[in-house]
């Protein structure tokens, strides 16, 4: 009578691993993928938040400049955060006018594809490349 031993073979070790390392090489990139799009909807949400508090400032001061306007920049989002992603700055910023843009800073710098994304007083969207918005 034969004994059995119970356990599992190199072979099927070495199979168990290389399953392991295909899921991981194709599932890393898609996740920092899903990391990416999450910290630029961070960033538009910061650019018209910032756009909506200038046009308040518009309607109530009658200028995106007035001294009583309370909206300082650059700050970096997401405000309050562990780590900041974006620094939304104005590029443009008149009386009757402004262009923000939020630009990628820290592990967001990776993320080529949008490294800038634009908003202006129109409401005009514009970024890295077309797909940003």
């Given at each position: 009578?034969?004994?059995?031993?119970?356990?599992?073979?190199?072979?099927?070790?070495?199979?168990?691993?290389?399953?392991?390392s295909?899921?991981?090489?194709?599932?890393?990139?898609?996740?920092?993928?899903?990391?990416?799009?999450?910290?630029?909807?961070?960033?538009?949400?910061?650019?018209?938040d910032?756009?909506?508090?200038?046009?308040?400032?518009?309607?109530?001061?009658?200028?995106y400049?007035?001294?009583?306007?309370?909206?300082?920049?650059?700050?970096n989002?997401?405000?309050?955060?562990?780590?900041?992603?974006?620094?939304?700055?104005?590029?443009?910023?008149?009386?009757?006018t402004?262009?923000?843009?939020?630009t990628a800073?820290?592990?967001?710098?990776?993320?080529?594809?949008?490294?800038?994304?634009?908003?202006?007083?129109?409401?005009?969207?514009?970024g890295?490349?077309?797909?940003?918005?």
């Open positions: 009578m034969k004994k059995r031993l119970h356990g599992f073979t190199l072979i099927e070790l070495m199979i168990v691993i290389a399953v392991i295909i899921i991981a090489g194709v599932g890393y990139p898609i996740y920092q993928g899903y990391i990416q799009k999450t910290r630029r909807a961070t960033a538009k949400l910061a650019l018209m910032t756009a909506q508090r200038l046009e308040r400032c518009s309607t109530e001061l009658l200028s400049t007035d001294a009583g306007c309370n909206v300082t920049l650059p700050f989002a997401p405000v309050g955060g562990a780590e900041q992603f974006y620094t939304i700055s104005a590029t443009v910023l008149t009386p009757s402004f262009t923000l843009t939020a800073i820290g592990k967001q710098v990776d993320d080529t594809d949008c490294s800038t994304l634009t908003l202006d007083h129109l409401g005009q969207k514009s890295t490349s077309s797909s940003c918005w």
